[in-house]
């Protein structure tokens, strides 16, 4: 029998995958602000039920790859039926805590966390394995909740500032490269690591 904790995470990803949240959170426009993805390969950390990976695979195209990783098995299974529904190839999911560490997935050119920096444990840890993960030129896009009252969301005692969002990545070794500021919920901030 499903518990009622699967049918919570049912509903919390119906509402992840609404259409209404295109409009606050474009998945397309998000991902743009890392460039031509064309050909690239980029990992979703804590992916969840798949919103941004069936964009990324679409705007990777056939010679790009995309990897999503989330430690929830159902958002991993989710994710696969909207990839294999549009009929992708060219993308891997892995049921993966963030925080284990060595990750060993191999390398990407952008590595994306959406509304989930908050959410980890340890993110020192999270952005550890991020580092390793990067190429040398590689950019990491953060994208996460302001931290002021809103209907929806998560709780704002749970969230990060913009500013304590930016002193982790500082501390962590990555310099900001970009920012949209148009998001009307949402900082997005683009790095690349620092190189020694
Ligand atoms: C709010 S959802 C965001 C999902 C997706 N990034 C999006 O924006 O639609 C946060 C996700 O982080 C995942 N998560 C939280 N901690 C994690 C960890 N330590 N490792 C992997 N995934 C984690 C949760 O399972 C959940 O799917």
Same mark, same amino acid.
């Given at each position: 029998? +499903?518990?009622?904790? =699967?049918?919570?995470?049912?509903?919390?990803? @119906? %509402?992840?995958?609404?259409?209404?949240?295109?409009?606050?959170?474009?998945?397309?426009?998000?991902?743009?602000?890392?460039?031509?993805?064309?050909? @690239?390969?980029?990992?979703?950390?804590?992916?969840?039920? *798949?919103?941004?990976?069936?964009?990324?695979?679409?705007?990777?195209?056939?010679?790009?790859?995309?990897? *999503?990783?989330?430690?929830?098995?159902?958002?991993? /299974?989710?994710? $696969?039926?909207?990839?294999?529904?549009?009929?992708?190839?060219?993308?891997?999911?892995?049921?993966?805590?963030?925080?284990?560490?060595?990750? =060993?997935? *191999?390398?990407?050119?952008?590595?994306?966390? &959406?509304?989930? !920096?908050?959410?980890?444990?340890?993110?020192?840890?999270?952005?550890?394995?991020?580092?390793?993960? !990067?190429?040398?030129?590689? +950019?990491?896009?953060?994208?996460?909740?302001? @931290?002021? =009252?809103?209907?929806?969301?998560?709780?704002?005692?749970? $969230?990060?500032? @913009?500013?304590? &969002? /930016?002193? %982790?990545?500082?501390?962590? *070794?990555?310099? +900001?490269?970009?920012?949209?500021? $148009?998001?009307?919920?949402?900082?997005?901030?683009?790095? +690349?690591?620092?190189?020694?």
């Amino acid at each position: 029998m +499903k518990d009622s904790h =699967h049918s919570d995470l049912i509903e919390f990803y @119906k %509402i992840l995958l609404s259409d209404e949240r295109k409009k606050w959170q474009n998945p397309q426009l998000i991902l743009r602000q890392f460039g031509d993805l064309k050909g @690239k390969r980029l990992l979703e950390v804590a992916c969840g039920p *798949g919103y941004f990976l069936s964009h990324a695979a679409t705007l990777v195209g056939p010679q790009g790859f995309v990897l *999503g990783i989330d430690s929830q098995p159902l958002a991993i /299974e989710i994710s $696969r039926e909207r990839l294999e529904a549009v009929g992708f190839s060219n993308y891997r999911l892995v049921i993966k805590d963030a925080m284990e560490t060595p990750w =060993h997935l *191999g390398t990407f050119d952008f590595i994306l966390i &959406a509304n989930a !920096l908050h959410d980890f444990g340890d993110a020192n840890i999270v952005l550890r394995n991020v580092s390793e993960s !990067l190429e040398p030129d590689g +950019k990491v896009m953060i994208v996460d909740w302001k @931290k002021t =009252h809103t209907k929806f969301g998560p709780p704002v005692e749970k $969230r990060l500032s @913009k500013k304590q &969002a /930016e002193a %982790i990545m500082l501390q962590a *070794g990555f310099s +900001k490269t970009s920012s949209y500021e $148009r998001l009307p919920y949402h900082y997005l901030l683009v790095w +690349k690591k620092n190189i020694r």
